[in-house]
Every structure is written in C-alpha cells, then in structure tokens.
C-alpha cells in the first residue's frame, strides 16, 4: 500500500512571496489533514477535511493560509503572502475514516522563508 | 498551560539499555494516547496507541497510560541503534481526532 505522498520536498521563498504543498492521501481515506511543526516542536493540526468538507480549521491563519481538497481525494495547501515565522514543516496525514485515531503521516514538505 | 508537556530534553543511552519516555496532559477529554517515531526529515510514524487507561505491550515497546495522574509513558526494552529517533506522544478526544502532541524526545542509542 502507497503512503500519504507530498511535494515538493523542500521550498525556499523570500517573506511576501506565495507557495503552494501538494498532498496526495492513501487511497480510500476519507480524512486528511494538515499539520505545521516548527523546528523543535510537535505538529500542530491546521485544517483537517473529511471528504472534501472542512471539519476544523479552528488554528489556520486564514488571512494568509487556505486549503482545499477537491473531489475528497488531493489537497493543496497555500500560503500568501509568506512570513518569516511560517518557516516549518508542513506535514499532510490521512486516516481511513472520521474517529479513527490512526493517522499515517506523509514526509513533509520542509518550507524556509528568508 | 499547554495541552501536552514532554520534557523534550535529548536522551543518550547505550545499546540494550531501556529507554524511558513520558508526557503529561491537562485534558480530562483525551481518550486516545499515541507515541510516534520520527526519523530526522521524515514524517511521523505511528507506534502505538491505546485507548484509555492501561498497559499495552508490542514486542519491545511498551506503552503505559495513567487517566487518573493524567501522564502517560513508553518504554523500549533491549534499545538499539536503529531506535535512533525523536519520539512524539500525541492524544485526542473520542469522536474528534485533532491530535494533540507533545515536543518530543529525541533518543539517541549509542552502540
């Protein structure tokens, strides 16, 4: 079985400028989410999606971050303009259904704003 | 108050030796506890969990969860190089999956 796939592996982009993370799930799960997890800290949950409905995204900063999955299955995460501080990893998860506590995390995409 | 602590101070040990690891919650609510293994610049892997209070063992790892003192810890027994890793604990309540995680504990395992 295929793991949770992201790209690009690693972003560098100056602060104002815009980016975009891809995610693709394993295949069949219903739930995705997205984490940030600052150097030195544990993931923080942004936005978490079943199907293509948001379930929270109580924690996304949504005057610069948005989210969308289309046709339940990928998602794109964006960021515009960037700060300094969203320097992170941005780490994309999915679970086969909503209550599931297992959640199989994908390698993450390693953003560096300068 | 933070809703996990974990003192994430890195852990040195040498081979064969048990590694003890534990977090702290102030959520009456969580139900699930979680430990995750993280590779340096790879994501998170699930290594167990369990629901509740308990014991649950899984050949060398075991996972420990006190409701009542609201901490929870991971033992590794015979420790080997390859367990090399930063360990994250992670909870969430019943019916709402948002995982709570802790710092993390990096663990180095010396031959």
């Known amino acids: 079985e295929a793991g949770v796939a992201q790209s690009p592996r690693y972003k560098i982009i100056e602060k104002r400028q815009s980016v975009a993370f891809w995610c693709n799930p394993i295949s069949g799960h219903a739930t995705l989410y997205w984490y940030q997890q600052i150097l030195g800290q544990g993931p923080k949950l942004l936005i978490q999606f079943q199907n293509n409905g948001v379930v929270d995204d109580s924690q996304l900063p949504k005057d610069r971050f948005s989210a969308e999955r289309l046709k339940g299955v990928d998602s794109t995460l964006k960021i515009q303009p960037a700060k300094l501080e969203d320097s992170a990893v941005y780490l994309c998860?999915?679970?086969?259904?909503?209550?599931?506590?297992?959640?199989?995390f994908g390698p993450g995409t390693r953003l560096t704003v300068l | 108050q933070k809703e996990v602590e974990q003192d994430p101070g890195p852990l040195s040990v040498p081979e064969g030796a048990i590694v003890s690891l534990n977090c702290t919650y102030s959520n009456s609510a969580f139900q699930y506890f979680m430990w995750y293994r993280q590779y340096s610049r790879k994501g998170p892997e699930l290594l167990m969990y369990?629901?509740?209070?308990g014991n649950k063992e899984d050949g060398r790892f075991t996972a420990q969860v006190d409701k009542s003192s609201k901490y929870i810890s991971l033992f590794i027994r015979d420790s080997q190089p390859s367990d090399s890793a930063t360990y994250l604990c992670a909870m969430s309540a019943s019916g709402n999956n948002r995982l709570a995680f802790g710092k993390g504990n990096q663990v180095v395992v010396i031959p």
């Open positions: 998860a999915s679970s086969p259904e909503y209550g599931q506590p297992e959640q199989f």
């Open positions: 369990t629901y509740s209070s």
